[in-house]
């Protein structure tokens, strides 16, 4: 019985101490400790107010619920920057009475990442997704808050995965 006890304890011990080495995210941060995320200016033909604010924060939120890095303002280890480039409502499907059925929202941004431990993984690259909805539907309220919330949450996603997933 004890012999039994003191193996789970090994176990747990060893599991406890491995969980350090791995992330489930697959973020690899290196030897960096804070990253900052510099305000993304909206420069698209259309403009959406207090889109860049919410795409800023939004990305900001991302690394921090992701990694173990500190948000700093000025100096960070990781540097994420950039521009809302494109902001684009188009009708996307057509009805037999030649009307648009569905409407596709796009938004654009062009990121700039820069390691400043390690500065073979800076990097320029735009990432790009869309939303569709429906034509009847006005892009405000609800709708617009999802179409951000899911065009946010992959953008957020695929500029973690390009700077900090090792996969």
Known sequence: MKILKYLFFIFLFSTY???GIYSFT???TGNA???Q???FQNNADLVEPGLDIDFTNALQDLIQNQTNLSLVNTGGDLIFEGEIT???IA???ATAQNTAAQNRLTISVNVRYFNTLDEEKDFEQRFSFFFDFDAN??????TKDEAFEVIFERL???IFNASLANW
């Open 17 to 19: 101490i491995s969980c």
């Open 26 to 28: 697959g973020a690899d």
């Open 33 to 35: 400790k804070t990253f």
């Open 37 to 39: 995320v510099n305000f």
């Open 86 to 88: 494109e902001y684009r």
């Open 91 to 93: 009708p996307m499907t």
């Open 137 to 142: 539907a006005q892009l405000i309220g609800g």
């Open 156 to 158: 957020t996603q695929d």
